[in-house]
């Protein structure tokens, strides 16, 4: 099948770090992506992480993948009230990298 | 430039009606794409446009009818739609993989802020 699945809400204080939790399905994906959806608009790339590695940083996120399980997560340190949105994992459909299957994506609110 | 812009942002229309959806981006992008969001859940491929040939149709219905007049701009047409199309459709264009050296890019797609369908 085709579902990836995530976590549906995640509540963290503000400095905390959060952890988003995204497991996959197809073996043969070459990128996963995390995007970022605030409320009323568009998807916005945060990250990404090419299929021959296990981690990738970027500034205060951390991106880990575990292909034997097919578990993606990402790690936002230091998260704050702006970093309140809905996260989704996505994955590239083998090589063809034209298809992109999202998540069911993680609500992240931050509270002070 | 580096937006995906969309337009109409709302429209109401009723279920006997004709109405499009646009889409337009200035990146040089060879990839445009049509996605449906239903509230609280993630986005679903409708269509995707590669150099301005229809590439992949997701089995969607055909009172949906994609357009691509050229490499910078993308219809959706709308037509004897129903009450549980109504949601919010996302454009998204990328870099064509064949443009990058090595033949794979990172696939990353722009997305522009959606247009919110509501048929009554």
């Known amino acids: 099948g085709e579902d990836v699945e995530q976590s549906l809400f995640l509540s963290v204080r503000e400095g905390d770090s959060s952890v988003i939790n995204c497991t996959y399905t197809?073996?043969?994906?070459?990128?996963l992506y995390w995007y970022k959806q605030e409320p009323g608009a568009g998807l916005q790339l945060l990250t990404y992480?090419?299929?021959?590695?296990d981690m990738k940083q970027d500034q205060r996120l951390t991106v880990l993948l575990n292909k034997k399980d097919k578990h993606l997560s990402l790690r936002i340190a230091d998260t704050q009230t702006g970093d309140s949105a809905i996260y989704f994992c996505a994955e590239s459909m083998g090589y063809n990298t034209d298809k992109l299957i999202f998540g069911t994506g993680t609500r992240l609110q931050v509270f002070p | 430039d580096t937006e995906v812009t969309q337009t109409p942002k709302h429209l109401v229309m009723g279920m006997t009606n004709k109405k499009s959806l646009k889409c337009e981006q200035h990146?040089?992008?060879?990839?445009m794409y049509w996605y449906k969001q239903k509230a609280k859940k993630p986005p679903e491929l409708m269509f995707v446009y590669s150099y301005e040939k229809l590439s992949i149709n997701e089995s969607v219905p055909s009172r949906f009818s994609p357009e691509c007049p050229n490499s910078s701009l993308l219809n959706l047409h709308l037509h004897a739609l129903q009450p549980e199309d109504s949601a919010l459709y996302l454009c998204?264009?990328?870099?064509?993989?064949?443009?990058?050296?090595?033949?794979?890019?990172?696939?990353?797609?722009?997305f522009g802020e959606g247009s919110r369908l509501t048929v009554l």
């Open positions: 990146m040089g992008h060879r990839a």
């Open positions: 998204a264009s990328s870099q064509d993989r064949s443009e990058v050296a090595g033949g794979l890019n990172t696939g990353e797609l722009f």
């Open positions: 992480i090419f299929s021959n590695m």
């Open positions: 197809d073996s043969s994906s070459t990128y």
